[in-house]
């Protein structure tokens, strides 16, 4: 049972395009939702992450939007530059529980044409 | 160290072959953990460490894997008899205490023929 489904798969954006990855999940108990950036042979990167009390936090060009009753996140960046190509990864966790193990999407790889 | 240092980046092991992953965590960080990651897909959740105990292991895939952390920090992933659907990226992290960010690893690929 996949927990949380990402898409879509691949996404190609001309510079200074908007970006727009979508999450949804299934589990109510997840309560932080993380989106992680990684690049080839790298390992992933917290990039930003939201908790379900608001429904939308930006830190510079990335904002996530949080729809809690349709269980449902999605990443945006603005003014896609080329080195925003990479792999990116919406994730979910139960931070509140004793442990924190993240929930994993399966990747949108990201490619913004100059 | 500056980050989260994992060794070999790279092994190539023949089927049936036994493998020692090595993690070494940011100096003083608590919390380790474990993922895999196969080839275009998502890291999933291996086990967890809190110092030196594993709390939760719950995402090993069989009884061939193995890890410990003896005196909180450094930490080994064994893969026992290792099989081609062992292949893959393992990736470790830390964090500074429980339910804070976690910082990952370059991860080590393996490959088995």
């Known amino acids: 049972q996949q927990q949380v489904k990402q898409s879509p798969q691949s996404l190609i954006v001309q510079k200074g395009g908007i970006s727009i990855i979508n999450c949804a999940y299934e589990?109510?108990?997840?309560?932080?939702f993380p989106w992680y950036q990684q690049f080839p042979g790298k390992g992933p990167a917290l990039l930003i992450a939201?908790?379900?009390?608001?429904s939308e936090k930006k830190e510079g060009r990335f904002t996530i939007s949080f729809n809690k009753s349709a269980k449902q996140f999605s990443l945006h960046i603005m003014d896609s530059q080329p080195g925003d190509s990479a792999t990116y990864f919406c994730?979910?966790?139960?931070?509140?529980?004793?442990?924190?193990?993240?929930?994993f999407g399966k990747g949108t790889l990201l490619t913004v044409n100059p | 160290g500056a980050g989260v240092s994992q060794s070999p980046r790279y092994k190539v092991a023949k089927r049936g072959q036994d493998v020692a992953l090595r993690c070494d965590p940011i100096?003083?960080?608590?919390?380790l953990f474990w993922y895999q990651q196969a080839l275009g897909q998502g890291p999933e959740f291996l086990t967890y460490?809190?110092?030196?105990?594993?709390?939760?292991k719950s995402g090993l895939p069989s009884d061939r894997f193995f890890a410990e952390r003896p005196e909180g920090s450094v930490s080994t992933l064994k893969i026992q008899r290792t099989q081609q659907e062992d292949s893959a990226v393992y990736l470790c992290?830390?964090?500074?205490?429980?339910?804070?960010?976690?910082?990952f690893g370059q991860g080590t690929r393996l490959t088995v023929v």
């Open positions: 992290a830390s964090s500074a205490r429980m339910n804070t960010e976690a910082f």
């Open positions: 589990n109510t108990a997840f309560d932080y």
């Open positions: 939201i908790r379900p009390d608001v």
């Open positions: 994730a979910a966790s139960m931070r509140g529980g004793s442990n924190y193990k993240l929930t």
């Open positions: 100096s003083g960080h608590v919390s």
């Open positions: 460490f809190q110092n030196e105990a594993q709390l939760d």
